[in-house]
């Protein structure tokens, strides 16, 4: 079994709370980590300095505003050594890690997440590469439902208009053949309350109802993409039961790493989340959650393999020959986590009272305001842009988002709305507000990196240009 | 040596052209690689274990891992700018080179996936979706495949084609074997079972080289005679194809045909190709996890699924460059592979008093080697823990095949059990020697798989 302890510089000898819980009474591997829970108080006597966090992420681009972890996530060098060393591991003697080592490996990563979401049983807990794989898995059940007649074909599937493009693209393809109906619920943007997506989801279920069918299958979001806010899922999922659709598939690709997740207190059927975006894993690898997966005889992995049919956690665990090391790493994560101050739960904190200071600090610079209150955001928020901009298309919001990185060295992404409504709808001095950035914050980021965008932005202003003119290249 | 861009820089890589044709040997100006450098290539491999098992996991070169690592760090370095600029490009690359290399008419035909296990979910999704949607017909159309084919495989026919209502017809095959005519007969057999039963073969699941246990399949002929016969569709499974057989897309003329290049092509996991020859059907081919790409065309579909690590796909670049160190390249490299891998199962059967399970030229890199029949394999369990024995206590890593025998022969002179010996470039003499001296210590011993379940 590896073991992380050889490397110094990974594992500070921690003082210990409790004797018990001395690692000097034994090795301390990084199966230890996955029994216990990952939420418990980090012992430490140093947590990680700013030297240290420098040093983790010093292969991100020097010099760059990397303000967009949400997109692509982030992984800590630690965490990257631990990945090549169970690459070497297999490279060395493949047959051999196969039937010794894989299987074990990704348990114990199973486990580690079992414990992080408060899953009952890890049976529950598979691993795939990201949201877009669990997806398709959960969707092509749903689908087959459809085509054998258990959902009608005057029954309906909802989501949200704002559901991230490849999922819904998913939706389209496993569903629509299939025969069922899609309703889109659309988010109110910008927000001001859970109460308003409430009200919206359930003139969304009522219209699901309208061909005399009934809304089968929910997917939602729990921090959606673009526009970025954290959805109120666990009411969302309470009024779904309340109408008695069947299945519920929280798509919290975002979650974990920037809002708790507790499973068992969600409900939802099924459960994503992307642990390479905001919980420190290499690309990529995902959770997904199914409540009460025994009783679960029609889902499977679509790369059917040697395990198929033995439950979908087993049958993730194999797609054929491939490299498992991200999903190899959990147990690493968790050391990494818990050498902050309140572990990941301290990063969530400081993550979020950070991106909403800098979010509030670039809303009064531009003369905007926030996308939705702080309260329902976590670790992103959206800030709108100035309306002299001229944001009036989504080419307009991704030539100002390739200037930005070309000329500004900026990374942030940018999201395009047009008027809906012009009593609601936000204005700043000169104009209807139709452009916004999302900002992200991760523990590599500082407050200059946001100052620069404020000031990047002032200056485009300031040339008079608008997104149009802006140079691309 | 590999060429060392410092692809931190993001220069290198952008600036690399697309190759027209890739170079199939080495040219003046390459140096042929060195004994010494290709000890250097593989010393990352246990030096203590006898590795002759490149048929199930492959290998890879450090000079491609480092690669590889290059092109993970561009990635984490600054994931939007390689999203945008870089990820597309890089795999357009590969597929190009991988284009030239099977002798593909256009790189549409070209997607890269995870391996053969993926494209066989990709082809047979097709299928289901043919039943589901009425054009094809339960009870009347069926898919033939190889009694051999591999178990995910086999698995995936269940899941896709069983599942949806279609028949499905197996080919028995004859092992150990004389002839490819063996097989020809077979295969002509089934598809005429097929027809008097009334079926309609819709789909033909053949593979190049079978895994366990391991022969060339006369693929060119089968093809053929799926033409002859009206078959609809043929797909190849060659796994074990591309660095280890000869790959001819117009050759083979099969319809779909995919191969592993972490196998036997240097690659690192894990990355396959699956050709799909351009006609009307080949735009309903779609990668199972849809994402933004959807219906863009499978290549296109494939090269984006999500967020995940996409650089096994992007090293076959400096794979070429490896592959053409080396006498003959690629070409080269088969068939010294096969040179030598024949000799040494030959040498093996010969030291035990066996047999080979197949003539040398239906074996490529690989070789199904009768092992003594004293050591009492009677199951497959015998065979996988005297396998965990080789590997624990004589550090021999080599799959093992259970060959039940015929009824009516006595268990007691029959072989019953089967290496597959692989030879890669890595592989020296001295291997096999251990492995024939770790059987013959068995042997001398008494020893029987019995002895193995206490």
């Known amino acids: 079994m590896i073991t992380l302890s050889n490397n110094p510089t990974l594992n500070p000898v921690p003082m210990p709370q409790d004797d018990d819980e001395d690692p000097r009474n034994g090795a301390v591997e990084a199966n230890d980590h996955a029994h216990q829970s990952p939420l418990k108080k980090p012992r430490l006597t140093r947590p990680i300095s700013e030297p240290d966090i420098l040093q983790e992420f010093s292969h991100h681009q020097q010099g760059f505003a990397r303000i967009n972890n949400g997109s692509f996530g982030s992984c800590p060098r630690s965490v990257l050594s631990a990945q090549n060393t169970w690459h070497l591991r297999f490279l060395q003697q493949p047959d051999e890690f196969f039937f010794n080592s894989l299987r074990k490996g990704i348990l114990e990563s199973r486990a580690a997440v079992k414990a992080l979401i408060n899953a009952d049983d890890v049976d529950d807990v598979s691993l795939v590469d990201n949201a877009t794989t669990a997806a398709a898995i959960v969707l092509q059940q749903v689908g087959r439902q459809f085509a054998d007649g258990s959902f009608r074909k005057n029954d309906a599937v909802i989501m949200f208009h704002c559901a991230f493009p490849a999922v819904k693209k998913s939706i389209g393809a496993y569903i629509g053949p299939a025969g069922g109906s899609v309703v889109e619920v659309r988010l109110p943007f910008p927000v001001r309350s859970d109460e308003e997506i409430i009200a919206e989801f359930k003139k969304g279920l009522e219209r699901g109802k309208i061909n005399g069918g009934r809304v089968r299958f929910a997917m939602i979001d729990h921090i959606t993409s673009m526009p970025s806010v954290v959805l109120p899922v666990r009411e969302l999922i309470r009024v779904c039961r309340e109408e008695g659709v069947d299945q519920v598939f929280v798509d919290g690709a975002h979650s974990i790493g920037s809002v708790p997740v507790d499973v068992k207190e969600i409900d939802a059927d099924f459960y994503v989340s992307n642990l390479y975006k905001w919980f420190f894993a290499p690309p990529a690898v995902a959770f997904l959650h199914c409540k009460n997966s025994k009783g679960l005889v029609d889902l499977h992995h679509p790369v059917v393999s040697q395990e198929y049919g033995k439950g979908l956690a087993l049958e993730s665990s194999w797609v054929g020959n491939r490299d498992y090391t991200p999903q190899l790493v959990v147990p690493s994560i968790l050391e990494f986590v818990n050498r902050f101050e309140g572990g990941i739960k301290g990063i969530m904190k400081r993550n979020h009272d950070g991106v909403v200071k800098m979010g509030t600090m670039l809303a009064e610079s531009w003369g905007t305001m926030l996308g939705s209150p702080p309260e329902m955001c976590a670790s992103m928020i959206m800030v709108g842009l100035p309306s002299r901009l001229c944001v009036t298309s989504d080419d307009d919001a991704m030539s100002l988002r390739t200037h930005l990185r070309v000329y500004h060295r900026i990374e942030v992404p940018t999201y395009y709305q047009a008027l809906r409504n012009e009593d609601r709808d936000p204005k700043d001095k000169d104009g209807f507000i139709t452009g916004y950035v999302r900002i992200s914050r991760q523990i590599y980021n500082t407050d200059e990196d946001y100052h620069r965008l404020k000031n990047a932005i002032n200056q485009i202003l300031e040339d008079g240009k608008i997104c149009s003119m802006l140079p691309v290249e | ?454």
């Open chain 2, 1 to 454: 040596m590999a060429t060392h861009n410092n692809h931190l820089n993001g220069d290198a890589i952008s600036n690399r052209h697309v190759s027209k044709k890739p170079k199939l040997a080495p040219t003046a100006a390459v140096a042929v690689i060195t004994e010494a450098d290709l000890q250097s290539e593989f010393s990352h491999h246990d030096p203590a274990v006898a590795r002759i098992n490149n048929g199930s996991f492959g290998c890879c070169p450090a000079s491609v891992i480092a690669s590889q690592r290059r092109w993970q760090l561009l990635n984490l370095r600054q994931p939007d700018h390689f999203y945008f600029n870089e990820l597309k490009k890089g795999i357009l690359h590969s597929r190009t080179i991988i284009k030239d290399l099977v002798n593909a008419e256009h790189v549409d035909e070209i997607s890269i996936v995870d391996n053969a296990t993926t494209a066989a979910a990709v082809v047979l999704q097709q299928t289901a979706w043919a039943f589901h949607e009425g054009r094809f017909h339960k009870g009347v159309d069926a898919v033939v495949m190889l009694h051999y084919a591999y178990g995910s495989v086999k698995k995936s026919v269940e899941a896709y084609v069983s599942r949806a209502g279609g028949d499905v017809i197996e080919v028995p095959l004859p092992f150990p074997l004389t002839s490819p005519n063996e097989i020809i007969t077979e295969f002509r057999c089934a598809l005429e079972r097929a027809k008097s039963g009334g079926k309609t073969v819709r789909l033909a699941v053949i593979d190049h080289v079978t895994s366990m246990p391991s022969v060339v399949i006369p693929v060119k002929e089968l093809v053929r005679i799926c033409r002859e016969e009206s078959v609809d569709k043929v797909f190849v499974d060659a796994a074990h194809g591309i660095g280890c057989t000869s790959v001819d897309m117009q050759e083979i003329g099969a319809d779909f045909y995919t191969s592993n290049l972490h196998k036997w092509f240097f690659c690192p996991p894990s990355i396959a190709f699956l050709y799909s020859r351009k006609n009307s059907s080949s735009c309903d081919l779609h990668h199972p996890v849809v994402s933004h790409e959807y219906g863009n065309g499978l290549a296109v579909e494939s090269a984006w699924i999500g967020n995940r690590d996409y650089s096994a796909q992007l090293v076959v670049p400096d794979v070429l460059e490896f592959v053409n160190r080396f006498e003959g390249g690629i070409q080269g490299i088969k068939r010294r592979n096969h040179e030598k891998v024949v000799e040494m199962g030959q040498m093996l059967a010969a030291a035990w008093g066996t047999h080979l399970g197949s003539p040398p030229e239906m074996c490529a890199s690989m070789a199904m080697v009768g092992l003594p029949a004293c050591l009492g394999i009677k199951c497959d369990l015998d065979v996988a823990r005297l396998r965990t024995h080789l590997r624990d206590e004589f550090g021999v890593e080599v799959p093992i095949y259970f060959r039940a025998p015929a009824a009516a022969i006595s268990a007691g002179d029959v072989v019953t059990g089967y290496a597959r010996i692989s030879h890669q470039v890595y592989n020296k003499v001295e291997d096999y020697y251990k492995f024939r001296d770790a059987v013959d210590q068995l042997v001398n011993s008494g020893f029987t798989c019995a002895q193995l379940s206490t």
